[in-house]
């Protein structure tokens, strides 16, 4: 059984930083995609960023690009997001998902994910 669990967040001021970890419980960590997703209110869970079983790639979301870094230990199955220069259009639930089987952008392709950690930033 694979259990992910998010943690870090909190509220925020506007140009404020949070740093996101996500513990996972699962064999064989090494061999999923990781990736973090958001919801805000009212709004599809979209992309955020994601990395290879390796960590030596990475992706992101235009909107956070340059902003949000994504990492993992794999010797400690953490991976985490640091998020800088936050915004009030940053607010939202944040996902932490595993993905053995295919393209990270989609969350239709996540096996395991999370259960949310709530990032609200004010201006």
């Known amino acids: 059984q694979v259990v992910l669990v998010e943690s870090g967040g909190g509220l925020v001021q506007a140009g404020g930083s949070l740093r996101l970890s996500c513990a996972a419980s699962?064999?064989?960590?090494?061999?999923?995609?990781m990736g973090w997703f958001r919801q805000a209110p009212g709004k599809e869970r979209e992309f955020v960023a994601a990395?290879?079983?390796?960590?030596?790639?990475?992706y992101y979301a235009d909107s956070v690009k340059g902003r949000f870094t994504i990492s993992r230990d794999n010797a400690r199955n953490r991976i985490y997001l640091q998020m800088n220069i936050l915004k009030p259009e940053d607010t939202a639930v944040y996902y932490c998902?595993?993905?053995?089987?295919?393209?990270?952008?989609?969350?239709?392709?996540?096996?395991?994910w999370g259960p949310g950690t709530q990032v609200t930033v004010s201006s």
């Open positions: 998902a595993a993905n053995n089987r295919g393209t990270v952008y989609t969350a239709t392709t996540y096996q395991y």
């Open positions: 699962v064999r064989a960590f090494s061999t999923y995609d």
């Open positions: 990395l290879s079983t390796t960590g030596l790639s990475t």
